[in-house]
């Protein structure tokens, strides 16, 4: 049937899409990401700094998805708590699939894999990072799919799972129009998105596995990568 995106869904994304292109890491950050020297405890420092910012700036997105400051309050904490690694793992992927001209993905990637992470969990992180790349998302299909994953309902300590279910439907409805439009070649586009969110839910168990072999080596977070990730 013909797929029509309404006035209000075209203002859903419209304001998602600002929100997600509002919020970017400091320069000063990425910055040192290309100066720094190459160690592993230097990469591993780096990294923490952009994952530390990486938050902030998901806290700040997060405000401005339409209907998320209505939920519960408790709730707002338990879906970015539950979503935050899956938010990065995906923001983290659509910055390494974009060849940026200053080198700085190739950077990103020599960071991440030489900073003390082991091997079992480096594959299916790269595997991620591919299979995102290959789906050539448009701006508009980043932001939702990140939006979708924050509405996940299923988090732990979710109390108005209905509440969620409902706001991740709204956001689910206006992707599923915009791969049917944005990709009329390809009838299993948003399919094929969706399936990225399980192999999200795959990569968040490995990084509790990252975390702990981190932490047996000492290796330390800052407070605000505690608290949201639960670390001692
Ligand atoms: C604590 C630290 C060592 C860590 O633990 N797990 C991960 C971790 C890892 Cl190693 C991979 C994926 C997710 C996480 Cl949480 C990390 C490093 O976290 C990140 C977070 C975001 C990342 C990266 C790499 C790229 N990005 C996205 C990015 C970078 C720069 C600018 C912008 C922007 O929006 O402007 C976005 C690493």
């Known amino acids: 049937e013909k797929v029509e995106i309404t006035k209000e869904q075209r203002a859903l994304i419209k304001a998602i899409l600002d929100a997600y292109n509002r919020h970017q890491i400091p320069q000063d950050v990425t910055k040192k990401l290309l100066q720094e020297q190459y ?83 480096m594959t299916p992180m790269f595997n991620f990072y591919k299979s995102i790349e290959e789906l050539h998302m448009t701006q508009e299909e980043q932001a939702l799919l990140t939006t979708i994953t924050i509405l996940t309902p299923d988090r732990p300590y979710v109390k108005s799972h209905e509440a969620v279910e409902r706001l991740q439907e709204t956001m689910l409805d206006v992707l599923r129009k915009l791969c049917v439009l944005q990709h009329p070649q390809e009838p299993q586009y948003f399919a094929r998105l969706l399936g990225r969110l399980t192999e999200l839910r795959t990569l968040h168990h490995y990084h509790v596995e990252m975390l702990t072999s981190w932490k047996t080596n000492d290796h330390k977070f800052t407070p605000l990568l505690c608290e949201i990730w639960d670390v001692q």
Request: charged share 25%.
């Open 39 to 121: 160690s592993a405890e230097e990469n591993f420092l780096l990294l923490t700094e952009v994952a530390t910012s990486q938050v902030q700036v998901l806290v700040e997105f997060t405000k401005n998805i339409p209907g998320f400051l209505s939920l519960d309050r408790e709730d707002q904490i338990a879906l970015l708590k539950g979503s935050a690694v899956e938010a990065m793992f995906l923001r983290s992927a659509q910055v390494l699939s974009k060849k940026m001209p200053s080198g700085y993905t190739e950077v990103l990637e020599e960071r991440i894999r030489k900073s003390g992470m082991s091997e079992e969990f």
